[in-house]
């Protein structure tokens, strides 16, 4: 099997020989300039390990995989223009250094680029190949959306969070893995559960994310602690902490949450405070370890040699292991 | 053979019965919402008409059709959040009547329905299609970048401006065309012919666009004279009398072009008034008769029965003997 730091730097490599016509340039300098960010390059690395993993040619796997790189980098585009936001990985976003038009043009056709490079497949798995990508993408879609309506709600439910982070994130993982198996030779029913393995295993590391913003050292992961409750991002410890809140501990969150103004190291103090009365942070680890349980559960029906499913045990370890 | 009209009212009927989720309803609502503004479904139709004079089945080509129809109005719903236009048709633009974030994401998926749609194909077809497809949908988006870049420029060559709205609006007609025609059972030679014959009907189309700004009779067209004046669009006439004026008339189309305050009337009245001194009118109307001509050429070449040539000169005649 090849390593996923080989696999990350094969498509690391692939990205930068991604060729688009000159012309008109505020149409294709964004595709260039977006990708040039880097990132862990995770989900097409998935791709090929799912591929590598059934005995296929990681190599002629590629151009799905980049697919699935120019499709999530679609996402993010449009999406920082839907956030507003300035800057991603440090860097500039398209519409800040261009103009939002071309953010939005830009992004199109590279949605219309992930398809071109996702039909690079053989014939007859082609109708097969695209109907996950179009589920996946579509799924994306519903995420972002109910993502952004989530903002404006402050009455969302646990089991929407989860259906949220599923379409928005976990849903690409799982369509990746699938991909991947299914371009290795996998048939259908082990292509569905590395799918399920991919899919929760994803919404795990969303909820160990949710919690590493509290609870993880800022050393370790270079993010500032509590950025998720001064931005009052509705994750599963601020929605289930409103579960478990007595009136007072709710009208406190209100509080924190409705402040036009406030100190953010004592909003995070506060908030904090809460969480740790009310011990969500347990709930968040079960449901955590339950999503990862689950992953582990489809990882073992999955029909591969041991030393293939120890593999993916190692790569799902080493996700969840990170200390907080 | 089907009367276009007959075809336009199949596609009509077949556009109410498409479904999607209730949820999201942000995503979803404006697809519904944009699909019922109507339009006259030029472009399903004229797929379907391809299909029809080749013989094939015309309700087995509804779903690509419709594919054309579902992509056409993605591209509305962005275009028209990058030229903040506030109606289409006379109706609320969806940006205007939800919001941007979802005219960007609904616009977005329905991308990605335009392909699910595309591709209820048979399997030996699958491919084919889908590379006219996609680069129907990457010329499109070439054609409206160039389209935003020409707003900001004052040098644009007529070459160009062919070059943009061949891409924006022609290659549309033509691809429409294409499909339809290899779903009816053309071979490659047809289908390449037929979209030649259709790209360049375009191309006239666009032109003859451009002249009945101007030239047009206001009680037939139901358009404002001089809107594109008006509004310094970039138009064949304008670009051409750029070419064709001395210094004083370019001094004078300048002052008008970059005044920022002005009575519309007078502007119409002396930008016209130039154009009928470089006698631009006559230059459109040779490059439009030069692309009419070319898309006859190429209707000659197709092999279908006389009587199957026939309906298609007759369309294109209806289409280009607008009175002006």
């Known amino acids: 099997?090849?390593?996923?730091?080989?696999?990350?730097?094969?498509?690391?490599?692939?990205?930068?020989?991604?060729?688009?016509?000159?012309?008109?340039?505020?149409?294709?300098?964004?595709?260039?300039?977006?990708?040039?960010?880097?990132?862990?390059?995770?989900?097409?690395?998935?791709?090929?390990?799912?591929?590598?993993?059934?005995?296929?040619?990681?190599?002629?796997?590629?151009?799905?995989?980049?697919?699935?790189?120019?499709?999530?980098?679609?996402?993010?585009?449009?999406?920082?223009?839907?956030?507003?936001?300035?800057?991603?990985?440090?860097?500039?976003?398209?519409h800040e250094r261009?103009?939002?038009?071309?953010?939005?043009?830009?992004?199109?056709?590279?949605?219309?680029?992930?398809?071109?490079?996702?039909?690079?497949?053989?014939?007859?798995?082609?109708?097969?190949?695209?109907?996950?990508?179009?589920?996946?993408?579509v799924g994306v879609c519903e995420g972002q959306q109910l993502d952004m309506d989530f903002e404006t709600r402050n009455d969302v439910k646990i089991d929407e969070y989860i259906y949220m982070i599923r379409l928005?994130?976990?849903?690409?993982?799982?369509?990746?893995l699938k991909i991947g198996s299914i371009l290795g030779g996998a048939d259908m029913k082990d292509a569905e559960l590395i799918a399920d393995f991919g899919e929760n295993l994803g919404l795990a590391f969303q909820l160990q994310d949710d919690i590493l913003d509290i609870y993880g050292s800022p050393e370790k992961f270079g993010k500032q602690v509590g950025g998720d409750i001064i931005s009052n991002k509705k994750t599963y410890l601020l929605i289930k902490s409103l579960e478990l809140a007595d009136e007072a501990q709710t009208a406190e969150l209100n509080k924190w949450i409705n402040a036009k103004e406030f100190d953010s190291q004592l909003k995070v103090e506060a908030v904090t405070?809460?969480?740790?009365?009310?011990?969500?942070?347990?709930?968040?680890?079960?449901?955590?370890?339950?999503?990862?349980?689950?992953?582990f559960e489809a990882l073992e029906k999955i029909n591969l040699p041991e030393e293939n499913k120890q593999y993916l045990r190692d790569f799902a370890d080493s996700l969840m292991v990170r200390e907080h």
Not at 43 to 56: E, T, V, Y
């Open 1 to 94: 099997m090849r390593e996923l730091q080989d696999l990350q730097l094969l498509i690391d490599n692939a990205v930068t020989q991604l060729k688009y016509p000159p012309y008109p340039a505020e149409l294709y300098e964004p595709i260039y300039y977006i990708l040039s960010m880097g990132g862990k390059r995770m989900r097409p690395a998935l791709l090929l390990m799912a591929c590598d993993l059934f005995g296929g040619d990681v190599e002629k796997a590629l151009p799905p995989a980049l697919a699935i790189e120019v499709f999530h980098n679609f996402t993010l585009m449009h999406d920082d223009i839907m956030d507003n936001a300035p800057l991603r990985r440090g860097k500039t976003t398209v």
């Open 98 to 137: 261009w103009n939002q038009n071309a953010a939005i043009l830009s992004g199109d056709v590279m949605l219309i680029e992930g398809y071109k490079l996702m039909m690079q497949v053989e014939d007859r798995l082609l109708r097969i190949i695209l109907d996950i990508f179009n589920d996946t993408a």
């Open 168 to 176: 928005k994130t976990a849903v690409v993982l799982g369509g990746a």
């Open 273 to 295: 405070g809460i969480y740790n009365t009310v011990q969500v942070k347990q709930c968040a680890e079960n449901a955590m370890h339950e999503y990862a349980e689950k992953a």
